[in-house]
């Protein structure tokens, strides 16, 4: 019987793959290839711990597909999250020829990720040329927002001629979790959700509809992240290029990597480290916790203008998940919105749960493999 779908997701030093039945959520096998390019290179799967100092991305997919093996003859999809699809792609897609040119296209907007998501899809259809392939893209969900909330106020002309604008990323998960808080709350319309893991972006979400978010042309744009700065001053990136003799790329590698909770704290960009710091006393810890809730909070008020009245706020990803101390802070900050810190701190780790009174404030487990499955089976049941 074929009713499951490869999930494959090539990240920018990481390859994550799963066999999965999108109706019964079955796994039959799930793995991981981490630190690709490096001697730590290590292919994870099942039982299976493999080291491949320095393969390239093309030998490890081969080996990805050896792995599953098994499973080939159950496989009704391949489903591939791809990070961009700039305004190319509203919705998932099957993959031919001129999606691939367009993903190409767009691999300008997103260097480290559209070239390695185009080798995926291209190295799985070699092996895998029977089964339909599926694009699932990080952007797509954010397409319903209206222009002037992607909209930069630069000249117009640089949206025309170069399509800089917001694009959004984490459709997926947004995407998800709006979903799963529909079935759970149906009254509730005008929906927040909020992505806290190691990159963090919330949604304004009205009638299950994007129309705004807190990434951008990049994910750099937003929250304070793990590694990333978020929103800051646009001419810290010339002055602080003078002030260090670098060019303007390092400064990018400044604030995609050594900024946000990393780079307040100077410990770590982890969130329970710094949890653990803060309980000690750590002041830069503490001031990383601080600035994390309190840009967080001011971002989700701010979103009563798109959206009016707030139903619900959806707490997601590793810290939303796993963090009741974060949510807590971050609630506090909220004015008028009143919750229950006991039931906040039982909400089991993995597990959904409300602890709003006023208003939702819900966690739910992101699963984004599992709704690139099911658009994948959607679209590749029919080829
Ligand atoms: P990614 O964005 O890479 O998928 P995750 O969604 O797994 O990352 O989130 C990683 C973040 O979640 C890290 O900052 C990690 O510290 C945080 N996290 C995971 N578990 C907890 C926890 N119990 N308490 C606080 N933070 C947590």
Redesign the pocket.
Known sequence: MKTNVLVINCGSSSIKFQVVDPQSHNISVKGVAENIGSDRCCLAYGDNKELHPKASYQFLLEKIIDAIAPWINTLIAVGHRVVHGGEFFTCSVIIDDLVEEKIQNCSDLAPLHNPVNLLGIQVCKKHLPEIAHIAVFDTAFHTTMPKHAYIYPIDHDYYTNYKIRKYGFHGTSHRFVAQRAKQLYPNAKNLITAHL???CSISAIKNGSSIDTSMGLTPLEGLVM?TRSGDIDPSIVSYLSKKLSVPIDTIDEILNKKSGLLGLSKVS?????L?EKALQKDLLATLAIDTFCYRLAKYIYSYHIPLGKIDGIVFT???GE??P??REKVCDLLPHYDFDKAVNNSIP?GKEGNFGKNIILSVIPTNEELLIAQDAKALGANV
């Open positions: 893991g190691n990159g793990g960009g982890d969130m329970r480290v949890e990803g590793g810290i796993n963090s101390y974060i780790r």
